[in-house]
T-cell receptor, first 109, second 114 residues
Framework: GQNIDQPTEMTATEGAIVQINCTYQ??????LFWYQQHAGEAPTFLSY??LDGLEEKGRFSSFLSRSKGYSYLLLKELQMKDSASYLC??????????WGAGTKLIIKP | IAGITQAPTSQILAAGRRMTLRCTQD?????MYWYRQDLGLGLRLIHY???????GKGEVPDGYSVSRANTDDFPLTLASAVPSQTSVYFC?????????????FGDGTRLSIL
């Protein structure tokens, strides 16, 4: 079966660094996406990885290990506005996204 | 402003009624998608369309139908609503189906079936 696992909730402090992990099992693999979703709003695209390694985009970085079926999203210099849910999604062989339930990130001052 | 527009924003509906959720995009994206989002679950794909004139079934298609008469519009119809269809519905689009094409989401429709 296809499955995406990520922690339900994490708490971090403003200014700190947090790593949100995701493990995936998909039928075939065509990449791993991360989205941010603020409460009551639409998901917005953060990053895409299809090759092993780290992709950096400002304060956000995403890592992929295809052999381990593992990805993480790294958020640096946390700001209060980073309080949101972070959704991990794997793209299967039919180019459909399989979504995790999301990790709710709580930032404390 | 370019993007995806969904209507209505929210709706309360009696069970057994027919309902169409509207979705329009002005980005000339080929692929469009309908998801439902329920507490504690990931987004689940209901139906998709890789290009105008074609549609396909996603993970949870039962009780829903779609059409794709043109590039811009992708309505979702509940033929006879049931309480288990209470959810937040998101329409999304991408330039093409697959690869590194991110999906862009509308603001969602919050639907309650009583």
């Amino acid at each position: 079966g296809q499955n995406i696992d990520q922690p339900t909730e994490m708490t971090a402090t403003e200014g700190a660094i947090v790593q949100i992990n995701c493990t995936y099992q998909t039928s075939g693999f065509n990449g791993l996406f991360w989205y941010q979703q603020h409460a009551g709003e639409a998901p917005t695209f953060l990053s895409y990885n299809v090759l092993d390694g780290l992709e950096e985009k400002g304060r956000f970085s995403s890592f992929l290990s295809r052999s381990k079926g593992y990805s993480y999203l790294l958020l640096k210099e946390l700001q209060m506005k980073d309080s949101a849910s972070y959704l991990c999604a794997g793209m299967d062989s039919n180019y459909q996204l399989i979504w995790g339930a999301g990790t709710k990130l709580i930032i404390k001052p | 402003i370019a993007g995806i527009t969904q209507a209505p924003t929210s709706q309360i509906l009696a069970a057994g009624r027919r309902m169409t959720l509207r979705c329009t995009q002005d980005m000339r994206h080929n692929a469009m998608y309908w998801y439902r989002q329920d507490l504690g679950l990931g987004l689940r794909l209901i139906h998709y369309s890789n290009t105008a004139g074609t549609t396909g079934k996603g993970e949870v298609p039962d009780g829903y139908s779609v059409s794709r008469a043109n590039t811009d519009d992708f309505p979702l119809t509940l033929a006879s609503a049931v309480p288990s269809q209470t959810s937040v519905y998101f329409c999304a689009s991408s330039e093409a189906a697959g690869g590194n094409q991110p999906q862009h989401f509308g603001d969602g429709t919050r639907l309650s079936i009583l």
